[in-house]
Structure formats: C-alpha cells, structure tokens
Nanobody, 124 residues
Framework: QVQLVESGGGLVQAGGSLRLSCAASGRTFSSHSMAWFRQVPGKDREFVGGISWNGISTYYADHVKGRCTISRDNAKNTVYLQMNSLKPEDTAVYYC?????????????????WGQGTQVTVSS
C-alpha cells in the first residue's frame, strides 16, 4: 500500500512559479514510478509528467514541456513538480499517482495509488 499526500498548490499570477510536493507513505515508494496528472471540471484527468522509480527517466506532456520539472527524493519518499511560467490554462487540481509499471506512464489507468489532489489557480 502507498498513500500519497500532495501539497504546495495555491493561487499564483501568470508567469509565476509553484513547487508541488507529494509525500508517500510505505516502504515501497522507491519501487514505484510516479507521475503528476491534472484535472479541470468536466474534463478527463490529463498527464503532466512522470518519473521512473530511480529518477533517471522523466517524461512530460507537450503542454508543459520546458516549463515543468519532475523530480524525486527516495530517501524522503517525496516527488516534486516544479512549475514555471505558469499560465491561466494551467489552473486545475493536480494529482500525484504511483504505479509499479515502468511503461506507459502517461496513461492514468496504469496507476494504482492516487493522492487527494491540490488546487492550482493561475490568475491572468
């Protein structure tokens, strides 16, 4: 079992930055690939970025590539999402997710564990 708790969301002006954190419980965190997804009301959950269990491989959706960086600290059981140059269209609830899969990280159905989400609001 892996329990995930996100933090770091909030209100920021366009062009600003936020760093989201996801703290995981359980001794198996380091064996899981991790990802961030986001969702706005009425739309499907959307992949933002993913990272392999050892942090060596990272993956990003085109809409955030160059603006976001995902990283992890397995000693702290934490994964991060640094978001820069934020735009109003980045407004969403951001979710952290964990999977034992090493492939297809952009697909939400691969994930076994989800956090409760943290709201990010970008004002224009």
């Amino acid at each position: 079992q892996v329990q995930l708790v996100e933090s770091g969301g909030g209100l920021v002006q366009a062009g600003g930055s936020l760093r989201l954190s996801c703290a995981a419980s359980g001794r198996t965190f380091s064996s899981h690939s991790m990802a961030w997804f986001r969702q706005v009301p009425g739309k499907d959950r959307e992949f933002v970025g993913g990272i392999s269990w050892n942090g060596i491989s990272t993956y990003y959706a085109d809409h955030v590539k160059g603006r976001c960086t995902i990283s992890r600290d397995n000693a702290k059981n934490t994964v991060y999402l640094q978001m820069n140059s934020l735009k109003p269209e980045d407004t969403a609830v951001y979710y952290c997710a964990a999977t034992r899969s090493q492939y297809g990280l952009e697909n939400s159905v691969r994930y076994d564990y989800w956090g409760q989400g943290t709201q990010v609001t970008v004002s224009s």
